[in-house]
Every structure is written in structure tokens, then in C-alpha cells.
């Protein structure tokens, strides 16, 4: 199934669950054990890098990159090209916050399944977490859409470099997929390098919108879903359906659905509980109630 693109979403008063700073279903599904971790990028607002959807969500100001725009014309590329190069200057030196190390720590202790991210940024494996599948990909990897080769995102980073000596435009604002807002001028004479094996398109391994997450990934995560004895979604609207139907797949399964998200979601109709708390704060308190420690460098 291919994801498309869906950018907004305004909730029917029947699907609403009313926030709580209830955290005891939460602590009593962990202490449980068995829990799948489904990770958004409200996880990640806490390491400086912005959502999608909340408030003060990048979607309000920027619309990410569509798999078919990229694929279609140069200019198009430049354009990715020159904001996520400057982009990746942050992002790439973003650090896991508490919320990546309580999940981190949940593992840790043996309370996990597994862990699912929506998330192209790497930290949940910065913070100790063992085995994350990445839904969309990651940030800092690149793949050719030639030759298939992967190669690191650092390597490309050096190239760019190389290309662009001087290159120095002042972006307005960071976007979570990793790209910077610039202007058309700023954006004009930027060079983009190809593939250094066979001179394809470069390409970073993440999951455009309107693009398709690969078949395996998808059924590896269902699988995770029908072993989990819980589903707990950290920071995530639910909006885009690559991280809904898994959250459905629970619900139908009859496995208990829990949400930390400080706005409503689209899964909110299929929870037993939606926690109003920012991640750090909430994660770090459930760890405290199960006597777990949470250690780990601090975001910056």
C-alpha cells in the first residue's frame, strides 16, 4: 500500500479521548512487561527538533518533500539538497533527551518487546536501544536509486561540503524530516553530487510522503504488534497511516493501546488511555515508579 501524503487531519468529536496526567495504566502495562514501543517525533521535541502536527508544528509553515517531487525534476533535488544539507548541521548533532532514555531503560530492564520509530533521527539508538525498527528509514544513511548502494550520510555531507565552499544562507527554521527553510534565491546555485559509484540520483534512506514502506519492514512490525502484550505510542498524531494501522491491528487484536501525546490523535479512538504530559516528564516519572533508573548524557 502506497502512503500518501496526509498533511492534515481535524478530529470528529466522536473519536476524542479526553487527556489525563494519569499515568497508573501506563505504569501498570510496563511493569507487565511485553510492551512495543511506537515512537513519533513528538519524542524528539525535547532534543530540538520540531514536530510535524503540534503546536507550532512545521506542517503549519512547511511541506515536506514528496517522494513523486523529488523523483521528478532537478530542480526539485537542489532544492532538498541545499535545505536538508544546511539541516543536517543540527540535526545531526541532536542528543537523546529523557524520554529516549526511559525507553532506553525500559528495555534495559526487560520490560520492552520492541520499539518502533516513525522517527529518521537515530535517537532512540543514541539513547541504548537495541533492535529499533525505523519505519521511514534514517537520516543518516543515503542510498542510490541507480545502483541501490548505501553509503553514509557524512561521507555525502564532505562532498557537499566540497561543492559548495562558502555556502553559509542563514535558515529561517529546522523541519523534523531534517531539511531547513530557505528561499528560491537561497537555493539557486546550490550543486548537488550524484552517486560516486555510477552517477545516480542520491537519495536519503528515509520514507518520503507519498513513497512506500518496504513490504518486509511493514510485516515485520505486525508481527511485533501480534506478540506484544501492549502497544504504548509516544509523541505521534497517528495521522499518517504507516503508524495508525498498526495501532488498529492492536485494538482489533484486543491488545491494550496506550498513548502519551499531549494532543489528541487519530488512534485516540482506539486507546484506553491518552496521557496529556510532555514525554521527558512522563516517561521519567513511570521509570521512577517502577524503580527503574533512567542514565544517560542529556540533550544538547
Known sequence: MRMRPTLSWTPAQDDLLPGTTDLEPVVDALGGGGVLVLSGAGLSTESGI???????????????????????????????????????????????????????????????????????????QAAGSEGVVELHG?????VCLSCGASSARRDLARRLEEANA???????ALNPDGDADLTDEQVADFRV?????CGGILKPDVVFFGETVPAGRVEHCRRLVGEAAAVLVLGSSLTVMSGLRF??????????????????????????????LPLGEALTTVAGRLGVPVDGPSAG
Open 50 to 124: 520540531p514536530d510535524y502536527r503540534g503546536e507550532g508544528g512545521s506542517l503549519s509553515r512547511h511541506t515536506p518533500m514528496t517522494y513523486q517531487d523529488f523523483t521528478g525534476g532537478a530542480q526539485a533535488r537542489r532544492r532538498y539538497w541545499a535545505r536538508s544539507h544546511l539541516g543536517w548541521r543540527t540535526f545531526g548533532r541532536a542528543r537523546p533527551n529523557a524520554g529516549h532514555r526511559a525507553v532506553a531503560a525500559f528495555a534495559r530492564h526487560g520490560l520492552l518487546s520492541g520499539v518502533i520509530t516513525q522517527n529518521v533521527d537515530g535517537l532512540h
Open 247 to 276: 495501532v488498529r491491528q492492536a485494538a482489533r487484536a484486543g491488545t491494550p493501546v496506550l498513548i502519551v501525546n499531549r494532543d489528541p490523535t487519530r488512534g485516540d479512538g482506539h486507546a484506553v488511555s491518552r496521557v496529556s
Open 166 to 172: 562558502g555556502y553559509e544562507p542563514v535558515a529561517a
Open 138 to 142: 534514517a537520516l543518516d544513511r543515503v
Open 193 to 197: 553530487v550524484d552517486c560516486s559509484l
